[in-house]
């Protein structure tokens, strides 16, 4: 069975500083993997996915992930953070060939400070 | 479009009481899915469908249950609520099965008391 682990519970940054979200997986073949971003009250967005190819993918609002097969790592970054992206952001993962079953990550709260 | 869309937005019950928690997505997808979400947990999957008819058990299924009467609608029976249950839940849709790129409702959060 699949896995995910965002070592980060919480993370703060100041606006104008880069970041760099955590993300582990755990399948047995190239999984298909996503970010979504939860802002407060909302529901999920997603942000970016990767299914294959290029193993650097650019999503919305400017962020971008990196997947790295060797390392089992699928990392979102910003260069440049708003304070608008204060939220919880989560990454999850989806085995090929099943239904869209996902299995998420317990999530990263992000806080930006002025 | 409206997406997916969720009602109530809050709910309280009392131990025992049933209900039943509304989606409804106008985009025309096959799939739909369940999702509870508690803290330091992330979201977990509880039923999902790929289709009018047709349903089936994700990770956390005990204490609800569904149905899937038509394309558009996909609601989530709690029969007997208990404490355990309080939670926020996310209904999602994606075109279909594959596609995975899916489309969350603003949640209904659920107290049990």
């Known amino acids: 069975a699949q896995s995910v682990t965002q070592p980060d519970i919480h993370i703060t940054v100041s606006e104008g500083a880069s970041l760099e979200l955590r993300c582990n997986y755990s399948y047995g073949a190239t999984p298909y993997l996503f970010w979504y971003v939860q802002s407060p009250g909302q529901g999920l967005q997603l942000l970016l996915k990767?299914?294959?190819?290029?193993?650097l993918v650019q999503g919305i609002k400017g962020f971008e992930a990196e997947f790295k097969r060797s390392q089992s790592s699928f990392n979102l970054r910003k260069p440049s953070v708003h304070w608008s992206d204060a939220a919880e952001y989560f990454c999850a993962v989806g085995a090929r060939g099943t239904a869209s079953k996902l299995t998420f990550g317990t999530g990263t709260r992000l806080q930006v400070t002025l | 479009n409206a997406g997916v869309t969720q009602t109530p937005k809050f709910q309280v019950l009392k131990t025992g009481q049933s209900m039943t928690l509304q989606c409804a997505q106008d985009m025309n997808h096959e799939y739909m899915s369940w999702y509870r979400q508690d803290p330091g947990m992330g979201l977990r999957l509880i039923h999902y469908?790929?289709?009018?008819?047709?349903?089936d058990q994700g990770e956390v299924p005990n204490g609800y249950n569904v149905s899937r009467s038509t394309t558009e609608d996909f609601p989530l029976r709690l029969l007997s609520a208990a404490p355990s249950q309080t939670s926020v839940y996310f209904c999602?849709?994606?075109?279909?099965?594959?596609?995975?790129?899916?489309?969350f409702g603003p949640g209904t959060r659920l107290t049990v008391t």
């Open positions: 990767y299914f294959s190819g290029d193993t």
């Open positions: 469908s790929v289709g009018a008819g047709i349903t």
């Open positions: 999602a849709s994606s075109r279909d099965s594959l596609s995975y790129e899916q489309y």
